[in-house]
């Protein structure tokens, strides 16, 4: 069964420093996602991207974030300025249709200190 | 009020029992359900989705009232396995973002 996959599984950065967290949505998927989960909180909405632009973000996804989808396959999540309160899990996901369900990838555990 | 709202539990069961959990949303034009469930540490894994005239797979059973505007899970037979936490997904019609309640966390005991 096709999956997401994301790179690195586990990140260590000091504050200040830029990140980026890459992910591999499945083949034939249209729309990409972000989430992140603060350590015993609940999993938030952080950008959704269709058709090679951002169609949602929410206010956690502010001027220090971005997203691109370089080539095709790759989608990417930046964190330009890393703060104490980005450490998080980190999850691309990826859907095929408007109402059809997310595909989460393993997730990327950022660690800032 | 909350876009999702979950009971969080813990809801602490003997193995065998049958269990349901409940979620609401404040949003009536939502059109897209989900039951995701959640291990500790790791990523949300699809276990359902609800449709209108409810739906059922194998011991999971899940519900929609619209009217009310909650849906509903009933896991039967409960095995250890059953263990995890139990998230709501909710997609409003209009929206790309899918939004998730903060779980509920079922324990399943010997």
């Known amino acids: 069964e096709p999956e997401v996959t994301q790179t690195p599984s586990h990140q260590v950065t000091q504050m200040g420093q830029e990140v980026i967290l890459r992910c591999v949505p499945i083949s034939n998927h249209l729309y990409f996602y972000w989430y992140r989960q603060i350590l015993g909180q609940k999993v938030e909405f952080l950008v959704s991207?269709?058709?090679?632009?951002?169609?949602?973000k929410s206010e956690i996804f502010d001027d220090q974030f971005s997203v691109e989808r370089p080539d095709g396959s790759n989608f990417t999540l930046k964190i330009r300025s890393t703060k104490l309160e980005d450490s998080a899990m980190y999850f691309c996901?990826?859907?095929?249709?408007?109402?059809?369900?997310?595909?989460f990838g393993n997730g990327t555990r950022l660690t800032v200190t | 009020r909350k876009e999702v709202e979950q009971d969080p539990g813990p809801f602490n069961v003997p193995e065998g029992a049958t269990v349901a959990f409940n979620c609401t949303y404040s949003?009536?034009?939502?059109?897209?359900f989900f039951w995701y469930r959640q291990d500790c540490r790791k990523e949300p894994k699809l276990l359902m989705s609800v449709y209108s005239s409810g739906n059922e797979d194998g011991r999971f059973t899940a519900q929609l009232n619209r009217a009310s505007q909650y849906i509903s899970l009933l896991i039967r037979d409960s095995k250890l396995s059953d263990s995890a936490t139990y998230l709501c997904v909710v997609n409003m019609r209009g929206f790309q973002k899918l939004v998730f309640g903060t779980g509920t966390r079922l324990l399943v005991s010997p």
């Open positions: 996901a990826s859907r095929g249709s408007y109402n059809s369900p997310l595909h």
């Open positions: 949003n009536s034009a939502s059109q897209s």
């Open positions: 991207f269709y058709n090679n632009e951002i169609s949602e």
